[in-house]
């Protein structure tokens, strides 16, 4: 494997290739991609891949998210500094970790348990305090909440009002909408009086959202 100033170098451009390709250009969030290593979260086998910007297989038939793709659904959240998140989905836990990145606290939830013992290993590895992932179905209702953000890291056909439940005044929501054949990204907000507003994004796929 490279050294880690090798690394370091593919982060920078991918950070760079990001804001080129995606047109995302908020410096939080690519500073996030600067420095969580992606290659942390793949199989090792799949280490020399880690920086491509591409979705890469992570075992129990789930992947890591494209690069460009978190990187869209994190402008579209507009994390503060001050936000409580939760990802949904959380798989691997890169996402989560770009995230604790951004917010004061990430709860990611997953619901396959060997993705979620080796997320939880990895984030300890890396030294993420503000970044916990734990076993359970993200599509239904969840404790803990309100969420000031809420990713959702794979594709539902129709959206899980469960977790718009979750949403606090002023919340955001980002998740893939559709079958596998055709997904979407829709962005929602919640007013202080507690209504939705929705916007329809760019074409995406992802692995279906298991339990919803």
């Not at 789930?62 to 869209?72: D, K």
């Not at 300890?124 to 992932?133: M, Q, Y």
């Not at 890291?153 to 054949?181: F, H, K, T, W």
């Not at 074409?203 to 919803?212: E, N, R």
Request: hydrophobic fraction near 45%.
């Amino acid at each position: 494997m490279k050294q880690d100033g090798d690394r370091s170098a593919e982060r920078e451009r991918l950070a760079q290739a990001l804001a080129t390709s995606s047109g995302v250009h908020d410096r939080r969030i690519l500073d996030a991609f600067r420095s969580v290593p992606r290659e942390a979260f793949v199989p090792a086998e799949l280490a020399e891949l880690a920086y491509e910007d591409r979705a890469l297989p992570i075992g129990e038939g789930q992947t890591i998210s494209q690069p460009s793709m978190i990187a869209l659904m994190l402008a579209a959240l507009e994390p503060r500094a001050s936000d409580r998140a939760l990802e949904v989905g959380a798989g691997s836990g890169y996402a989560a970790a770009l995230l604790g990145k951004l917010t004061a606290k990430v709860r990611g939830v997953e619901i396959v348990p060997a993705l979620v013992e080796r997320a939880q290993k990895t984030l300890a590895s890396l030294h993420t305090p503000n970044v916990e992932i734990e076993l359970g179905n993200g599509a239904a209702h969840l404790e803990g909440g309100p969420f000031d953000v809420i990713l959702v890291s794979a594709g539902a056909r129709g959206l899980p009002q469960a977790l718009v439940a979750e949403l606090a005044p002023g919340g955001r929501i980002a998740i893939p909408i559709g079958a596998e054949d055709g997904q979407h990204l829709l962005t929602g907000r919640r007013d202080e009086h507690g209504e939705m507003t929705w916007k329809r994004g760019t074409a995406c796929m992802f692995v279906p959202l298991v339990g919803a």
